[in-house]
């Protein structure tokens, strides 16, 4: 089956075969995005949250190597191109509706996947003061 240029990923039959067939059939949102929560392979840890677009899970499927959708550039980005913080992909998964990604990845660099320079993305807990007022606290 050849698809369009536009739909390199196939569409499910029905609610049977998005469940439980064998097909990954990727369910992108009305942006033409999927969610993708990325972990260490090694110990778990949850190092981001990013979304990719079809060519990034296209190129991150075919290279082994981490590729995200980023909506503040509106540009695809291959992980660790600036940051040295590169991502083998060891494993990826899906959810039943298949809209939700869960990728596992061996982090190069120095172990670190945030901007910021840590090495996890979530590295804030929400934390409430005496009157009740949210807050965020720095776990470093």
Not at 29 to 57: P, R, Y
Not at 113 to 140: E, I, M, N, P, Q
Request: hydrophobic share 35%; net charge negative.
């Amino acid at each position: 089956m050849t698809l369009p240029a536009a739909q390199p990923f196939p569409l499910p039959a029905d609610k049977e075969a998005l469940e439980e067939g064998a097909l990954f059939t990727p369910r992108f949102d009305a942006d033409g995005l999927i969610a993708c929560i990325t972990t260490d392979s090694h110990d778990g840890t949850v190092l981001m949250f990013a979304f990719m677009n079809a060519e990034a899970l296209r190129l991150t499927l075919e290279t082994g190597i981490a590729h995200y959708w980023s909506r503040s550039r509106q540009s695809l980005w291959r992980k660790g191109d600036t940051s040295g913080q590169t991502q083998k992909v060891t494993e990826i998964r899906t959810d039943c509706d298949q809209d939700v990604l869960l990728m596992r990845v061996e982090p190069g660099g120095d172990g670190g996947a945030c901007h910021t320079g840590r090495r996890s993305c979530f590295y804030r807990r929400l934390v409430s003061d005496r009157d009740g007022t949210t807050l965020v606290k720095d776990d470093a």
